[in-house]
């Protein structure tokens, strides 16, 4: 299943798959923890392909706020480079909103500021951090392309679900907002 909509010569995608495995993508973003360590979902596939030397390089950026990201090598995965958000959790850090919409941003200017061509993101905070997927998936989404007119050299922006579920909410959220 994939999804796409070119805006500003930037494409964005929505694809159903494992973060870990998107061996076409210079980075991955990873939906971590405050301390960068091994957790469970899209942190845990990460760090369970990464560690142990993926822990210790980012042992020393820890710890990070919500809405931070920070930039990793990508150790024993596909990519070059992993940056690693920290997205709220939903109800507890506020305004989450806000908060969300800075983990993308600030994901996709270090990999711009990085010279970094494509990127994949989770559904960050959408796990066991609560986020309802409809209300991320408008922020991730609306994020990408507005931030389409100021990035110089991402070509490419892919948003990668794990379940049928997740697919189909993106899915229904693009459509409405790229077409």
Sequence with gaps: METKKTINEIAIELVKGDI????DIEAIVNAANAE????GGVAGAIHGK?????????????PINPGEAVLSSAPNLPNSYIIH???PVYGVDKPEDELLKNCYTNALKIADDN?????????IS??????????????????????TASLERV????MV???????????KVFKNLFN
């Design 20 to 23: 870990t495995a998107q061996s």
């Design 161 to 171: 679900l794990w379940s049928d579920q997740d697919y189909m909410i993106h899915s």
């Design 115 to 123: 010279g970094i061509e494509s990127i994949a993101f989770p559904a």
């Design 50 to 62: 990464g560690d142990p030397e993926l822990t210790q390089e980012t042992r020393k950026f820890a």
């Design 36 to 39: 960068l360590r091994t957790g």
């Design 85 to 87: 958000c920290l997205g």
């Design 126 to 147: 959408t796990g066991a951090f609560g986020y309802p997927t409809k209300d991320a998936a408008r922020i991730a989404l609306s994020t990408f392309k507005q931030e």
């Design 155 to 158: 070509k490419r922006i892919r």
